[in-house]
């Protein structure tokens, strides 16, 4: 059981922790990208097949990998409440509030606005729909914004208030360790009762 434990712990701290990282340090796109990746699909992805394959003495088809499943439905989430809560940390700790002129907008399921300063620095990252680039807007506004320099989290209203994300990102990954360390040490029991007969 301890040996689960430990390997959920981790993969927990990796789901939650390399897409938070990304926006909150800030790192390079590419780095960005590849630690959600990680985080949200192939940490979890590992967390479900690492037991089906290091459990072999018992028949693939009794194994019970399902009961694991709800487990990879936690991690996905942890992984994105984690990214949502870095790009908060991004914009608490390096945003700037400037009148921004809107220069484009794409129109399509979400609306998302081209910003410029004042001064016809592009700031990076278009504003979304959500985020105060509402129906209304058109080119040539002027929009109060508060925006990420790094351009490692999209731009917000200046009256954006950061979520609190701490209390959901505990839960899910509390869930996701106590389903993973029940379904590893579950299955390990099952295989050594399936050698032992």
């Known amino acids: 059981m301890l040996r689960w434990?430990?390997?959920?712990?981790?993969?927990?701290?990796?789901?939650?922790?390399?897409?938070?990282?990304?926006?909150?340090?800030?790192?390079?796109?590419?780095?960005?990208?590849?630690?959600?990746?990680?985080?949200?699909?192939?940490?979890p992805l590992a967390s479900v097949l690492?037991?089906?394959?290091v459990l072999r003495r018992m028949p693939r088809n009794k194994r019970g990998t399902w009961q694991l499943l709800p487990m990879v439905v936690a991690a996905a989430g942890l992984g994105v409440l984690s990214l949502f809560a870095g790009q908060d940390t991004a914009l608490q700790d390096r945003g700037r509030v400037t009148e921004a002129k809107v220069v484009s907008v794409k129109q399509g399921k979400t609306n998302r606005c081209t910003l410029q300063q004042p001064n016809g620095q592009a700031i990076p990252l278009d504003l979304k729909e959500g985020d105060g680039c509402a129906t209304g807007v058109k080119r040539g506004d002027t929009l109060r914004v508060r925006y990420d320099p790094e351009g490692a989290a999209n731009p917000v209203t200046a009256s954006w208030k950061p979520a609190s994300y701490g209390a959901a990102i505990a839960g899910l990954a509390a869930l996701f360790v106590a389903l993973g360390t029940w379904g590893g040490t579950r299955m390990s029991r099952?295989?050594?009762?399936?050698?032992?007969a």
């Open 5 to 43: 434990l430990l390997f959920y712990l981790v993969c927990a701290a990796g789901i939650a922790g390399l897409p938070w990282w990304g926006p909150a340090a800030p790192l390079s796109p590419w780095l960005r990208g590849t630690g959600f990746v990680l985080g949200v699909i192939l940490l």
């Open 50 to 53: 690492t037991p089906f394959f």
């Open 190 to 196: 099952r295989d050594r009762e399936y050698s032992a």
